[in-house]
């Protein structure tokens, strides 16, 4: 999905917490004072295909690892953030504002 939209296009990744398990399920599982395990639902859509996994607690690490490599590579088409240049104050300019700022006081 990445690569058809490389020149092209965007892909939007969601990631919603889940437990997959209905409102009913959930409510039984904690009146009977079980613990309910929740999984990370993951979405993608380049606008025309939608894709979509579930993934565990015990996998969430080595997901995210993997998931973090393909991002890296497919962002070489982002443009660079352009920044304004910002001058250091000379040292005589610093002299000059700390002097201003500090007047005494009359009496």
Same mark, same amino acid.
């Given at each position: 999905?990445?690569?058809?939209?490389?020149?092209? &296009?965007?892909?939007?990744?969601?990631?919603?917490?889940?437990?997959?398990?209905?409102?009913?399920?959930?409510?039984?599982?904690?009146?009977? &004072?079980?613990?309910?395990?929740?999984?990370?639902?993951?979405?993608?859509?380049?606008?025309?295909?939608?894709?979509?996994?579930?993934? &565990?607690?015990?996998?969430?690490?080595?997901?995210?690892?993997?998931?973090?490599?393909?991002?890296?590579?497919?962002?070489?088409? %982002?443009?660079?953030?352009?920044?304004?240049?910002?001058?250091? =104050?000379?040292?005589?300019?610093?002299?000059?504002?700390?002097?201003?700022?500090?007047? =005494?006081?009359? %009496?």
């Amino acid at each position: 999905m990445f690569e058809k939209s490389k020149e092209k &296009g965007s892909v939007w990744v969601t990631l919603k917490r889940s437990s997959l398990k209905s409102k009913l399920q959930k409510r039984k599982l904690s009146a009977a &004072g079980e613990s309910i395990e929740y999984r990370c639902l993951i979405r993608a859509t380049d606008a025309k295909k939608t894709i979509s996994t579930s993934v &565990g607690a015990k996998d969430h690490l080595r997901f995210q690892a993997s998931y973090a490599t393909i991002l890296k590579a497919h962002m070489t088409a %982002l443009k660079k953030r352009e920044r304004k240049d910002r001058k250091k =104050p000379t040292e005589a300019e610093k002299k000059e504002s700390t002097s201003t700022s500090t007047k =005494p006081k009359k %009496l």
